[in-house]
């Protein structure tokens, strides 16, 4: 079992940067494939990106070159870095962890945990 607490959320304009960070509870982090969606109001959930226990990285189309996710296994945290934020990134963005895959995939239904959320809302 694990806990994930978002934070880092928040309201920025467009062209500007976030950092989010994922807080997980446990001593098995390091054996979790992280990822992080979004959903937008009136918008199913969406895949954001992944990142697998050994650090390789995956991202959805829309965010690739602006976005990046890591991991510090010593402080249990998964990170999303994003720049030239745009207003279509607005919406409330998830970590979620794998506990069966290597890898992380790209469908909801891939992870077991998931955190509360935290809102990104980016200003045109």
């Known amino acids: 079992q694990v806990q994930l607490v978002e934070s880092g959320g928040g309201l920025v304009q467009a062209g500007g940067s976030l950092r989010l960070s994922c807080a997980a509870s446990g001593r098995t982090f390091s054996s979790y494939a992280m990822g992080w969606f979004r959903q937008a109001p009136g918008k199913d959930r969406e895949f954001v990106a992944t990142?697998?226990?050994?650090?390789?990285?995956a991202y959805a189309r829309s965010v690739k070159g602006r976005f990046t996710i890591s991991r510090d296994n010593a402080k249990n945290t998964v990170y999303l870095q994003m720049n030239s934020l745009r207003p279509e990134d607005t919406a409330v963005y998830y970590c979620?962890?794998?506990?069966?895959?290597?890898?992380?995939?790209?469908?909801?239904?891939?992870?077991?945990?998931w955190g509360q959320g935290t809102q990104v809302t980016v200003s045109s």
């Open positions: 990142i697998s226990r050994r650090g390789g990285m």
């Open positions: 979620a962890a794998d506990s069966d895959s290597a890898m992380g995939g790209t469908s909801s239904y891939d992870y077991d945990y």
